[in-house]
Nanobody, 123 residues
Framework: QVQLVESGGGLVQAGGSLRLSCAAS????????MGWFRQAPGKEREFVAA????????YYTHSVKGRFTISRDNAKNTVYLQMNSLKPEDTALYYC????????????????WGQGTQVTVSS
């Protein structure tokens, strides 16, 4: 079994920054990639960013490119999402997810999910 625990969310003004963390534990040795998704009220859960454990290849949705950076610390089994220049439209519940097989822009490609951490950006 795998456990994913997100932290780092909060309330920030537009233009500010937050860093989210996702700590993975349990059966993580077979993990291929980690992703961040977000879900705003009344909207579908959407892909934000992903990173592979080996090689650290990164992937971003267009709306966050240049503002968000995903990174990982293999020794700590932890993935980070540095979010800069935050906008009110970034307000959402942010989830991390683990895939055993591939990077996927769809939520269906991920096998394990955390409980989420709330990010609220005020204007």
């Amino acid at each position: 079994q795998v456990q994913l625990v997100e932290s780092g969310g909060g309330l920030v003004q537009a233009g500010g920054s937050l860093r989210l963390s996702c700590a993975a534990s349990g059966r993580t040795a077979s993990s291929y990639a980690m992703g961040w998704f977000r879900q705003a009220p009344g909207k579908e859960r959407e892909f934000v960013a992903a990173i592979t454990w080996r090689g650290g290849s990164t992937y971003y949705t267009h709306s966050v490119k240049g503002r968000f950076t995903i990174s990982r610390d293999n020794a700590k089994n932890t993935v980070y999402l540095q979010m800069n220049s935050l906008k009110p439209e970034d307000t959402a519940l942010y989830y991390c997810a683990m895939s055993d097989s591939a990077v996927d822009y769809s939520r269906s490609g991920y096998d394990y999910w955390g409980q989420g951490t709330q990010v609220t950006v005020s204007s």
